[in-house]
């Protein structure tokens, strides 16, 4: 009985078979059909390998969302050089919130020479090329992105020469906590001394003829330290045509959170506007000679994902391509020999047609003749 049903089992099952196998005498080959094949099997190769090679790749996905956060500090990164002597220039910030001075004592003034060395000078020509290459394909931000802590440092690389020449400049270099607030970070004549009014800067000791405010941002970031990001200000060098001259760049500053197979951090992007401008008062232009950074904090917050293909989607999209392929091109083939076919008996059939064969009573007849056994004694 058990026999009988596990019968009638495989019986039901051999008539689902969707699957029906051909025996060997029947299937006939060609040299067409190699032909194809072959091109078949060459095609499936090259498809995938591309396949594996998109399926080992990242891409960058970009969330938007409202920054609820604005109770936590905000971390100002900066390492500007400025064409004049530390003792006659002063940096702060000052905070539109609370129109106070923020504390900048995270900041070191160091005397520099401002002429970069050779080594520098290539070290800036490059940044500035992939800054070029940055504004026009933003693309190469997600690459940016994905080799953070990878790449080669973006800092300046220090001196290979060991300069005789007295230093002429002073390199800005530290960081500092504001508010998560709009301010202005600014670099201008004299220290800057406390005032019940906001605060104020004691410039009446400096000479008017010192004034240069020809500067190179060496570095200037918002949030955590990354290395190998580069910021958009980076390799920036400006020089001053006057004495009185403003250099102002206006921020806003993006909440970031970067989370990739290497990394997960929160930082802050930053497009940024540039202006500058000869203080003339006589001419009605303005102003306090320095180097002014206002910064506004937007309240979107970006969160930046680097994704990776699943591994079922990989085999659903190389089994889409084998089937794809086999079904392709057996309908190329096989539509291809009946166009031949077609052709070949319409040649066959005017070729019957062109033969004549001559008859006893002297006409002719256009019909091959019947060969028989009999037709040879």
């Given at each position: 009985m058990r026999r009988l049903n596990r019968k009638k089992t495989l019986n039901l099952m051999k008539e689902l078979d969707a699957f029906p196998k051909v025996p060997e005498s029947y299937v006939e080959t060609s040299a067409s059909g190699g032909t194809v094949s072959l091109i078949a099997f060459t095609t499936i190769a090259f498809l995938t390998i591309m396949e594996f090679m998109v399926y080992r790749d990242t891409w960058m996905k970009y969330e938007y969302e409202v920054d609820k956060d604005f109770t936590s500090k905000l971390r100002i990164n900066i390492d500007i050089t400025v064409a004049m002597r530390c003792q006659y220039v002063g940096a702060d910030v000052l905070d539109l919130a609370e129109t106070m001075v923020a504390s900048a004592d995270g900041l070191i003034y160091e005397p520099v020479v401002f002429e970069l060395s050779p080594q520098q000078k290539e070290w800036q020509r490059m940044l500035q090329l992939i800054q070029n290459r940055l504004q026009e394909e933003h693309s190469l931000q997600d690459v940016i992105f994905k080799s953070a802590f990878k790449s080669a440092s973006t800092a300046l690389p220090p001196r290979e020469d060991n300069s005789l020449q007295s230093p002429d400049a002073c390199r800005i270099h530290g960081h500092l906590y504001v508010n998560k607030v709009a301010g202005n970070f600014h670099i201008t004549v004299g220290k800057a001394i406390p005032h019940p009014r906001g605060h104020a800067h004691l410039a009446a000791l400096v000479s008017h003829e010192s004034y240069n405010f020809s500067h190179r941002i060496d570095h200037l970031s918002f949030g955590e330290?990354?290395?190998?990001?580069?910021?958009?200000?980076?390799?920036?060098?400006?020089?001053?045509?006057?004495?009185?001259?403003?250099?102002?760049?206006?921020?806003?500053?993006?909440?970031?959170?970067?989370?990739?197979?290497?990394?997960s951090a929160e930082t802050h992007q930053f497009s940024v506007t540039e202006r500058e401008r000869v203080i003339n008062h006589a001419a009605g232009s303005h102003g306090v000679s320095g180097i002014f950074m206002k910064y506004d904090i937007s309240s979107l917050m970006v969160t930046v994902t680097e994704e990776h293909m699943p591994f079922w989607q990989f085999l659903v999209r190389l089994c889409g391509i084998i089937g794809g392929i086999f079904s392709t091109t057996g309908i190329l083939h096989g539509f291809g020999r009946f166009v031949a076919e077609v052709i070949f008996c319409r040649f066959r059939l005017d070729s019957y047609r062109s033969t004549s064969v001559p008859l006893p009573d002297g006409h002719t007849s256009n019909h091959l003749p019947l060969i028989t056994d009999n037709s040879t004694h």
């Open positions: 330290l990354i290395p190998g990001i580069i910021n958009p200000l980076d390799g920036t060098e400006k020089i001053a045509s006057d004495h009185n001259q403003m250099f102002q760049y206006f921020i806003t500053v993006v909440p970031t959170k970067l989370h990739t197979y290497k990394i």
